[in-house]
């Protein structure tokens, strides 16, 4: 039975987003394809892209109506319904 796992070594192991388990004393082949794997994002990194993503969907966002500012000029109550 011939196995495949996608993934990428660094600093020695071998990393992989899906599960695997590779039996001792097993012949096993390495295929190097030279493609270069984009790095992992760090949690700040990814905080810091979905803030920047955030801030230009609002620069992108249309203007609100003027209905809108009818509705927060009466003061918001987020534990009741309105009927927009």
């Known amino acids: 039975m011939v196995q495949t796992f996608q993934g990428y070594f660094l600093d020695g192991r071998f990393i992989t ?7 001792e004393h097993v012949e096993v082949y390495v295929v190097v394809t030279g493609k270069p794997m984009p790095a992992k ?3 700040v ?3 810091r892209q979905a803030f920047e993503d ?5 620069d992108n ?12 000029s009466q003061g918001i109550n987020l534990r009741r319904e309105l009927d927009v």
């Open 54 to 58: 955030f801030v230009l969907a609002i």
């Open 45 to 47: 990194q990814k905080q």
């Open 41 to 43: 994002k760090t949690k």
């Open 17 to 23: 987003p899906q599960a695997m388990t590779i039996p």
């Open 61 to 72: 966002a249309e203007p609100l109506c003027e209905t809108f500012d009818e509705i927060i």
